[in-house]
């Protein structure tokens, strides 16, 4: 019964940032996992980041650094601010929740981040 709406996805040049939001609706929002992951063209989707309820992290080696990834449990929402752009972070980026209690996988619609070289 989870449903998520990504935003915030555009085109910037190298070195700029964007910042993406993930907003959740329906079940309970300490119960997910959320994550985000992107899939470039021609390639397979990847994880970018993860985060517990409790704030434990993980991110893809390549983003360390520069990405961060947070949530507010009270607005069941999900971020991910993306600093130092570079052209092979060009994607469409996926919200994802993962429910604990349930091991039910949910995905948002995507939203395109495309920089520039």
């Known amino acids: 019964q989870v449903q998520l709406v990504e935003s915030g996805g555009g085109l910037v040049q190298t070195g700029g940032s964007l910042r993406l939001s993930c907003a959740a609706s329906?079940?309970?929002?300490?119960?997910?996992?959320m994550g985000w992951y992107r899939q470039a063209q021609g390639k397979q989707r990847e994880l970018v980041a993860h985060?517990?309820?409790?704030?434990?992290?993980n991110y893809v080696d390549s983003v360390k650094g520069r990405f961060t990834i947070s949530r507010n449990n009270a607005e069941k929402t999900v971020y991910l601010q993306m600093n130092s752009l570079k052209p092979e972070d060009t994607a469409v980026y996926y919200c994802?929740?993962?429910?604990?209690?349930?091991?039910?996988?949910?995905w948002g619609q995507g939203t395109q981040v495309t920089v520039s070289s």
């Open positions: 329906g079940g309970i929002f300490t119960f997910l996992r």
């Open positions: 985060i517990t309820s409790g704030g434990t992290t």
């Open positions: 994802n929740a993962y429910n604990l209690i349930s091991t039910t996988t949910y």
